[in-house]
């Protein structure tokens, strides 16, 4: 099993930036990928930004609607990843989720997913 807690959403003005956090912890040598997620009321949860790791390469992939606003990263000796979000839109307005993904061999993947934290921008 995987845990993960997030931290770092809030209330900011248009143009703002937050960081938001999130640290793993258990089996976290199964984790392949992370993530962040992103659901606003009365939408679908979609997808904001991954990271794999591959040997001693980062490999990064972002939502069009994010890119060259967001940045996705992490510290392995941490267990953390992070979400840096600048120049916010009131579009982003959501609850953002940590995702944890563990590939299968022969099953789709093993997701976890943390409590999420609200991130609200206002105009």
């Known amino acids: 099993q995987v845990q993960l807690l997030e931290s770092g959403g809030g209330l900011v003005q248009a143009g703002g930036s937050l960081r938001l956090s999130c640290a793993a912890s258990?089996?976290?040598?199964?984790?392949?990928?992370m993530g962040w997620y992103r659901q606003a009321p009365g939408k679908q949860r979609e997808l904001v930004a991954s990271?794999?790791?591959?040997?001693?390469?980062?490999?990064?992939n972002y939502a069009d609607s994010v890119k060259g606003r967001f940045t996705i990263s992490r510290d392995n000796a941490k267990n953390t990843v992070y979400l840096q979000m600048n120049s916010l839109k009131p579009e982003d307005t959501a609850v953002y989720y940590c995702?944890?993904?563990?590939?299968?061999?022969?099953?789709?993947?093993?997701?976890?997913w943390g409590q999420g934290t609200q991130v609200t921008v206002s105009s």
């Open positions: 995702n944890a993904r563990r590939f299968r061999t022969m099953s789709p993947p093993a997701d976890y």
């Open positions: 990271i794999t790791s591959g040997g001693s390469t980062n490999y990064a």
């Open positions: 258990g089996s976290i040598f199964s984790i392949n990928a």
